[in-house]
T-cell receptor, first 112, second 119 residues
Framework: GENVEQHPSTLSVQEGDSAVIKCTYS??????FPWYKQELGKGPQLIID?????GEKKDQRIAVTLNKTAKHFSLHITETQPEDSAVYFC???????????FGAGTTVTVRA | EPEVTQTPSHQVTQMGQEVILRCVPI?????FYWYRQILGQKVEFLVS????????KSEIFDDQFSVERPDGSNFTLKIRSTKLEDSAMYFC?????????????????FGPGTRLTVL
């Protein structure tokens, strides 16, 4: 099955700086890569996703990049704010599956 | 904005007891999922459900687990005889389609979760 690795496990950044989270996946059949943000006591919230037919997608301060050849994808958060503090999960889905395979999560702390 | 809801938020049960976790998916969604997250571990897929039948399940989803859509709005996960290792956060999710066979959208929207504690 698909195996998703995520790094780093924790990330502390100064407010206003950028944060980058990286994920790798194992199965070249994966074609959908969502990112979720989980705040304390809440469920994972979809914040951005990318499909394998594009290399980059941006939505305001967040962007995702995908390198299909290397089988890795990254989340970039620019101009971080305290409300960006949360656990972020990457995931991958193979084209013939229904399920998402998740990374282990990155705890992001934005220092004011 | 429509959202997935789950009840209860926290369930405490004795080992060997049956529990039912409830979910109300987003109203126009057709695909439903259960995931779980054991403390400190990854979010793991349990089962997906479409058109009143299981479309995919993981090896975790054994005979102790079952899912049902008893009416037009609820989606339930039943654990027949709970074990200590079933203690986890259980998330329900729903999507408009499955992102297969050329359908490009598979955004899965998650509920807030039910924390199950088995004593």
């Amino acid at each position: 099955g698909e195996n998703v690795e995520q790094h780093p496990s924790t990330l502390s950044v100064q407010e206003g700086d950028s944060a980058v989270i990286k994920c790798t996946y194992s199965d070249s059949a994966s074609n959908y890569f969502p990112w979720y943000k989980q705040e304390l006591g809440k469920g994972p919230q979809l914040i951005i996703d990318i499909r394998s037919n594009v290399g980059e997608k941006k939505d305001q301060r967040i962007a995702v990049t995908l390198n299909k050849t290397a089988k890795h994808f990254s989340l970039h958060i620019t101009e971080t704010q305290p409300e960006d503090s949360a656990v972020y999960f990457c995931a991958a889905k193979r084209s013939n599956d229904y399920k998402l395979s998740f990374g282990a999560g990155t705890t992001v702390t934005v220092r004011a | 904005e429509p959202e997935v809801t789950q009840t209860p938020s926290h369930q405490v049960t004795q080992m060997g007891q049956e529990v039912i976790l409830r979910c109300v998916p987003i109203s126009n969604h057709l695909y439903f999922y259960w995931y779980r997250q054991i403390l400190g571990q990854k979010v793991e897929f349990l089962v997906s459900f479409y058109n009143n039948e299981i479309s995919e399940k993981s090896e975790i989803f054994d005979d102790q687990f079952s899912v049902e859509r008893p009416d037009g709005s609820n989606f339930t996960l039943k654990i027949r005889s709970t074990k200590l290792e079933d203690s986890a956060m259980y998330f329900c999710a729903s999507s408009e389609n499955a992102g297969k066979r050329g359908l490009s959208y598979n955004e899965q929207f998650f509920g807030p979760g039910t924390r199950l504690t088995v004593l």
